[in-house]
């Protein structure tokens, strides 16, 4: 069973619209992540959620909005689609645990696409 | 603040060969690293992680890695290299745990390619 799951696995959209990546996973984490890869493969964390509190929040552009309903979903919504938005976005969770040097677990990725 | 250089963005080997693949880290605290591997077109795998525990750390596949604190070294090696390995590694270092969250920061990656 996919322990980290990420819809759409490919998104081809125009400058200026709005659109949504959704991110679920079963492995009852606590903490679930946004990461994006950019054309150079170089990946940087966007946001953190913790039970649907905001913990990390990097330099990203307000047109970037994370979601959280419950613990077990976090959903990326973008404004405003820009060109420079195209690239490989990663949905991971991770269980705090007691050892604080937890792993992240990896959905498959969204390639997303702006024209 | 932390950060991670990967030395090599694309390192070459033929199948059977030794794989190493270079990592250096800069950290304020006692880290936590980790090697991933991303196959084309897939998600990132973990393939080890060290986090204070022995220096010498096996992984899947084959892998291994030895932390090397007077070096800021973590590299990454394996014997014998395979067709299957042909990938993107990523080498990656974790602030402590602040209680809820890990904020990891990714190297540029090292692209392997195996060759017959």
């Known amino acids: 069973d996919t322990a980290v799951s990420q819809t759409p696995k490919y998104l081809v959209t125009q400058m200026g619209n709005d659109k949504s990546i959704k991110c679920e996973q079963n492995l009852g984490h606590d903490t679930m992540y946004w990461y994006k890869q950019d054309s150079k493969k170089f990946l940087k964390i966007m946001f953190s959620y913790n039970n649907k509190e905001l913990i990390i929040n990097e330099t990203v552009p307000n047109r970037f909005s994370p979601k959280s309903p419950d613990k077990a979903h976090l959903n990326l919504h973008i404004n405003s689609l820009e060109l420079g938005d195209s690239a490989v976005y990663f949905c991971?969770?991770?269980?705090?645990?007691?050892?604080?040097?937890?792993?992240?677990?990896f959905g498959p990725g969204t390639r997303l696409t702006v024209l | 603040a932390q950060s991670v250089t990967q030395l090599d963005s694309h390192v070459s080997v033929s199948e059977g060969t030794p794989v190493l693949l270079r990592c250096n880290y800069s950290s304020s605290y006692s880290p936590s690293l980790f090697w991933y591997v991303q196959h084309p077109n897939k998600g990132l795998q973990l393939l080890l992680k060290?986090?204070?525990?022995?220096?010498l750390v096996k992984g899947i596949n084959g892998f291994e890695a030895e932390f090397k604190k007077s070096e800021t070294s973590f590299h990454l090696t394996k014997p014998s290299a395979h067709m299957s390995d042909a990938a993107e590694y990523f080498c990656?270092?974790?602030?402590?745990?602040?209680?809820?969250?890990?904020?990891?920061?990714f190297g540029t990656g090292t692209r392997l390619q195996v060759t017959l």
């Open positions: 060290y986090t204070s525990a022995a220096t």
């Open positions: 991971a969770s991770s269980h705090p645990g007691t050892s604080g040097r937890q792993r992240q677990f």
């Open positions: 990656v270092v974790s602030e402590p745990n602040t209680g809820t969250a890990s904020k990891l920061t």
